[in-house]
């Protein structure tokens, strides 16, 4: 009862156009610049920035040497598929060599959360540098034993089925650990071994779903074991938050029941992005194209999806997807500057992208249609050059917000 009076109050949020989160991120940006001079405040307040500067100070020595520093959070957030989430994490950052002073740090954002609609979600990622960048290992661990839709494999499926319990529920266990390993073969060039192992199991499923001719063969079969090469060129001067640069990202992943898994089927993907920094520092406009292949026995999981929050930011996850995926993405990322002229640590951006599924053995205009998207968002950092986000994202006939830890891209 008290569960469906929450998700109740989540959707009057959405019907009131998301005022609240508008109103918070127009606060933010005003008091950003809500700086008031020494002369015109109280002791106790010049203590208390005397205070933060000392913290500052200590912190940004800690910087400079190395060292771990961890911020720790508890917040609540809303994705469209999961609902309300309270979440509960931290992140890291750290240097994997004290005395470098020109490798980067490395970060590692992590979080446990609970939805409203009952859901657990586990969440990390690491993005690291080792041996005078000579070596990059990243990696992302994700679990996620949840209610969810499931509307069928291509765009007419998502698009005219209704979602209900009735037609499109099921309960998903889904759960990845992806590493990733580079080399520097040179400047700007890096070769990368690519393994993937991946879960995905569904139960208790509407009649539709249960019905569904790729949900029937596939999901006895939930475990995946992939191996591949990843070729990539990346100019991007900090990867987690570019103000410059170019990332080419090329991949290809086979995934065998050799390997011990229980399908057999190929992964490719290229992946371009291109940053540039527009007239002034902390204005950067963010470009980015990518396409997904699936081919083979790929199990309705393994599918190529669009409306993560990783590109088209306001469908929902798991709605669109097919063997393989096209999208385009612009977006326009603004930092606001404090009296001196610094950067401060409030930023907004706005996006416009489109994107579709389709497969290449079926190219039908009436299972290919365009997916519009749009949004936009508001920017916190809380380490140096590794930011919160917050973002609100449109798409056809369909919302969505996103809490997440560095950018979309």
């Known amino acids: 009862m008290y569960l469906c009076k929450f998700e109740m109050q989540i959707n009057l949020l959405f019907m009131k156009k998301y005022l609240f ?39 940004d020595k800690n910087i400079a040497n190395g060292k771990l520093l961890i911020t720790p959070f508890i917040t609540p957030g809303y994705t469209p598929e999961l609902g309300g989430i309270a979440a509960v994490g931290a992140l890291l950052s750290f240097k994997t060599n004290k005395k470098d002073t020109l490798i980067q740090r490395s970060s590692f954002p992590f979080s446990v959360g609970y939805t409203s609609t009952g859901a657990i979600v586990l969440y990390s990622v690491l993005t690291s540098y080792w041996f005078k960048d000579k070596i990059r290992i990243n990696g992302n661990f994700t679990f996620k034993n949840m209610p969810d839709h499931y509307w069928g494999i291509g765009y007419q499926s998502a698009y005219n089925t209704n979602k209900s319990d009735s037609t499109t529920l099921y309960m998903r266990k889904w759960w990845q650990i ?66 410059s640069g170019i990332l080419i990202d090329f991949r290809s992943t086979f995934y065998s029941k050799k390997l011990g898994g229980d399908n057999d089927y190929l992964i490719c993907s290229i992946d371009y992005r291109q940053f540039k920094t527009l007239k002034r520092k902390g204005h950067v406009l963010a ?123």
């Open 287 to 409: 470009l980015q194209f990518k396409a997904r292949f699936a081919k083979g026995e790929v199990p309705y999981g393994e599918m190529s999806q669009l409306g993560t929050p990783w590109d088209l930011r306001g469908y929902l996850w798991g709605r669109y997807r097919n063997e393989e995926m096209a999208f385009v993405l612009g977006e326009y990322r603004h930092t606001f500057s404090k009296k001196n002229g610094l950067l401060s640590k409030h930023g907004v951006v706005a996006w416009l992208g489109a994107g579709a599924i389709y497969n290449l053995n079926n190219l039908d205009e009436k299972n290919n249609k365009i997916l519009p998207n749009g949004g936009f968002g508001y920017r916190f950092e809380v380490q140096p050059r590794m930011n919160v986000r917050l973002d609100i994202g449109f798409g056809r006939k369909s919302s969505g917000i996103y809490f997440n830890f560095n950018e979309a891209f």
């Open 21 to 59: 989160l508008f109103c918070f991120i127009i606060y933010c940006i005003i008091n950003s610049f809500g700086q008031e001079n020494n002369a015109g405040i109280s002791l106790k307040k010049q203590k208390k920035i005397l205070k933060k500067a000392k913290k500052d100070s200590i912190r």
């Open 178 to 243: 992806n590493p990733r390993i580079f080399y520097h073969v040179k400047q700007n060039y890096l070769l990368g071994l690519n393994v993937d192992f991946n879960y995905t199991n569904g139960s208790d499923a509407a009649l539709p779903v249960a019905s569904d001719s790729v949900y029937i063969k596939y999901n006895h079969l939930p475990f995946n074991v992939g191996l591949g090469f990843i070729l990539r060129f990346d100019t991007r001067d900090i990867p987690v938050n570019p103000h």
